[in-house]
């Protein structure tokens, strides 16, 4: 049972995807994580992540890297959707992605491209999108928990530049797969969410 999770950053798929994966007891993979810790390796690297031989070269990080508070920063997410468009590095991480969900009995993965390129044979797909004013609007709230000051303007257009550059790369790029079920999460609460989702899998199972 592979359930494949999609959709843009601070959308709730994360969310969504570790309650799915508590709820059918099924081991997680938040794919992003990998593309983040490439983007901080290449800068830990001395190389530029919109370089193709560096962000490539970078994808050989320690393991140890994956658990660096860093990795969760904005910053690295900007780094990791630059990398994130090499071929090269998609290639690189594909084979590690596609065995965690082939592990027997199946495997909850989010990212950007889990149920099109991933995994399409994925039981249920899930693309969960919410308007850039309600994901700015959460990031917010979770950025000034965490006691850093960043304004909601800025976080907003963080987010619309990394929705364009998902969005509009030639390989793998932000799609819903056609036998996608959209969950839009702008007005829901947290429960809603999951609620909505674990009924979506539940309908496709
Ligand atoms: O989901 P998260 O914000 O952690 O992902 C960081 C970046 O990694 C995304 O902006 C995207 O460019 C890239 N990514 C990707 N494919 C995935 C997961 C993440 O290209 N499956």
Known sequence: ???????????????????????????????????????????????????????LAACAFPESLLLDPELRSEATGGLASRASVHPAVREALYDRQRRFALQPGGAVLDGRDIGTVIA??????L???????????????EMHAHGRDVSLEEIAADLAARD????????????AAKDAVVIDTSTLKREEAIAAAIAAVDALT
């Open 120 to 125: 399409p044979e994925a039981i249920a797909k």
């Open 164 to 175: 364009e550059r998902d969005c509009s790369r030639k390989d793998a790029p932000l799609a």
């Open 1 to 55: 049972m592979i359930i494949a999770v999609d959709g843009p950053t601070a959308s709730g798929k994360g969310t969504i995807a570790k309650a799915l994966a508590a709820h059918f007891g099924l081991p997680h993979l938040d794919t992003g994580l990998l593309y983040r810790a490439v983007g901080r390796q290449c800068v830990l690297n001395g190389g530029n992540p919109d370089h193709p031989s560096d962000a």
């Open 127 to 141: 693309f969960v999108v919410a308007s850039v004013d309600a994901r700015a609007h959460r990031r917010f709230l």
